[in-house]
């Protein structure tokens, strides 16, 4: 009985996580449905609009660093998130009842702060705390939860703001988004020795298995001007970047002489590629190890960026490039979180990663407007994704040198 009881716990974690991915990581993918309403209701421009959530991811880069430092301190992980709700909810209605864009600007900043302690940083933190068995799949399987999430949520929201008006709906997004969240602050401790239980899977090792599971992180001295952290932000850079060019896919589609309809087929196939891609690598982690499954998703999203340049065939094969770019996104997030951890360890993880999520919200917010504007120097989007496909072959280049750097030659120290 006591077994069937602790299983139930692990469920009730990972059910709960993978929900509270869906509404702090996926919904937000369809906040797009957004910007138009609210243009027309202003009367400001769209990037006026568009302004306040780059203000608000870049918020959220800035304040995972205080996040992971709180933490750190032994802050109760419910009184974090309870703090994460309050600001979700009050800058949520600052921002649907806002007056003029300035005020959903300084709102963005609440919104972003709230986001932080309830977002990627917080939901790989539960799952590398509890569990050892299957945590790849289980990280890829709540990021593509994430995906599928905001597929579903934006005929949704559209349908609601067609019905109600874009304030009353933008209220309820905010407020599934914290029923999402509500789940893991009441029934979820960050780690399972806060109820006397340990992590899935640590039981079921042996001696000889406990010492394998050891050696899979090499848990390496973090520090942050030393080669390998400086190789490591690169390549998050590197890969971010090649994310962001699919906020041009539509544009490229129609570029290329298609219609705005295939414009948006190309963007959901990418997409469908995001989804596909987390759960598949996490699974290959899992069984290969972090190095490996990010060289299969690079080799993919490579290869899809080669064939979207080239424009070989019709528009099947267009859309099943833009699937094999869409696998760039498993490395964007999921990658970057399993090597962070497979490098640094569990113990320095939430340091590691708080300070990478900052270099990835710089990163996603300058990528689009980069591109957008090598499209309009050119005239042409080849240029961007040219630079897409020298951006994955330096994410492999650093790759490798990190593969080399803490294996043949681990010069910094493993932490003591």
Not at 348 to 355: E, G, K, L, M, R
Request: charged share 10%.
């Amino acid at each position: 009985m006591a077994q069937k009881n602790q299983n139930y716990r692990y469920v009730l974690v990972a059910v709960a996580v993978c929900l509270m991915a869906t509404g702090t990581m996926g919904l937000p993918n369809a906040y797009g449905v957004f910007y138009t309403p609210m243009s027309e209701a202003l009367e400001a421009g769209r990037g006026a609009i568009t302004l306040h959530f780059s203000i608000s991811n870049l918020a959220i880069g800035i304040f995972t660093p205080v996040v992971a430092w709180s933490l750190a301190h032994n802050h109760k992980m419910r009184n974090v998130l309870m703090v994460a709700i309050a600001l979700i909810l009050g800058s949520g209605a600052a921002i649907a009842l806002a007056p003029n864009t300035l005020v959903m600007d300084v709102a963005a900043v609440v919104r972003g702060i709230g986001f932080a302690a309830a977002s990627m940083l917080v939901i790989t933190l539960y799952i590398g705390n509890w569990f050892q068995k299957g945590r790849g799949t289980l990280t890829g399987l709540a990021l593509s939860g994430s995906g599928i999430g905001s597929a579903i949520a934006s005929p949704i929201v559209t349908a609601c703001i067609e019905r109600f008006g874009y304030q009353a709906a933008y209220l309820g997004f905010v407020g599934f988004t914290i029923l999402t969240i509500v789940p893991v602050m009441l029934l979820c401790p960050l780690t399972p020795q806060e109820v006397g239980m340990v992590p899935y899977g640590a039981d079921e090792a042996s001696e000889d298995d406990a010492k394998k599971a050891t050696d899979k992180d090499l848990d390496l001295k973090l520090v942050y001007l030393s080669p390998t952290f400086v190789v490591l932000v690169l390549f998050v850079v590197a890969i971010v970047l090649v994310t962001t060019l699919s906020g041009h896919m539509a544009s490229l589609a129609q570029d290329y002489g298609y219609s705005a309809q295939v414009g948006a087929l190309l963007l959901s196939a990418s997409m469908v590629g995001n989804v596909v891609s987390k759960f598949a690598l996490g699974a290959i982690a899992d069984r290969l190890g972090a190095f490996k499954a990010i060289v299969v998703s690079l080799t993919t999203s490579v290869c899809g960026l080669i064939l979207i340049l080239l424009n070989l065939g019709g528009q099947a094969a267009l859309l099943a490039s833009g699937f094999l770019y869409g696998t760039c996104f498993s490395v964007g997030s999921l990658g970057i979180s399993l090597l962070t951890r497979h490098i640094y360890g569990d113990a320095q993880y939430s340091d590691a990663y708080s300070t990478i999520s900052l270099v990835t919200s710089v990163a996603s917010a300058l990528g689009v407007t980069a591109a957008g504007l090598a499209y309009d120097l050119t005239g042409s989007y080849a240029a961007p994704i040219a630079a897409g496909i020298g951006l994955v072959a330096i994410s492999a280049c650093c790759l490798a040198y990190l593969r080399w750097r803490v294996t043949a030659r681990p010069w910094e120290k493993k932490r003591a």
